[in-house]
């Protein structure tokens, strides 16, 4: 016969994002504890500075902590809470082009699979920069050099 041991404990994963799985959380929720974790913004590979262009055209230093916090207030402010954007996104980030290939190929697809269909909401957390609401659609000239710093900054002005 199987058994488990006393000491043994089985961790998993889960997110809430994917409401087609109400009653698969529901379930599991009534037979399982669960411990929400969220965003931890202390973490050592977030204090890389990047350059992020205001309005008038001033650039200054942001940490991609204070990128993802801010990212995630705007989210909270709409509320959105369910909908944060994780820490693990920007771990991996060394410079300015591994923070394009975040955005471009991880962040963007994420909101957009959150808000399917939704560009006006899409906007609104990322900005006209990134997004463009009247033709339902992403700007790929955001990703050259000046215009992501333009559009970092836009976020940071919400």
């Known amino acids: 016969p199987f058994t488990v041991p006393e000491n043994l404990y089985i961790l998993g994963t889960m997110n809430t994002a994917d409401k087609s799985l ?3 959380d529901t379930a599991l929720r009534r037979r399982f504890a669960f411990v929400e974790l969220m965003t931890n913004y ?4 977030l204090e890389l500075q990047i350059d992020v262009k205001d309005k008038d055209g001033n650039t200054t ?3 991609l902590k204070q990128l993802l916090k801010k ?3 705007i989210l909270i402010d709409k509320k959105l809470r369910d909908k944060q954007i994780g820490h ?3 771990l991996g980030v060394s410079n300015i082009e591994d923070l394009k290939f975040v955005f471009r190929y991880e962040i963007i697809p994420l909101l957009q699979d959150y808000f399917f269909g939704e560009f006006d909401k899409l906007s609104d957390v990322l900005g006209d ?3 463009s609401k009247d033709q339902m659609k992403i700007n790929k000239n955001v990703f050259e050099d000046s215009k992501f710093t333009e559009a970092l900054g836009q976020i940071f002005e919400k």
Do not use: A, W
């Open 129 to 131: 920069k990134f997004i």
């Open 42 to 45: 202390d973490l050592s590979g």
């Open 88 to 90: 693990s996104y920007f």
């Open 61 to 63: 230093k942001k940490s």
């Open 22 to 24: 109400v009653q698969i």
């Open 71 to 73: 990212l995630n207030d």
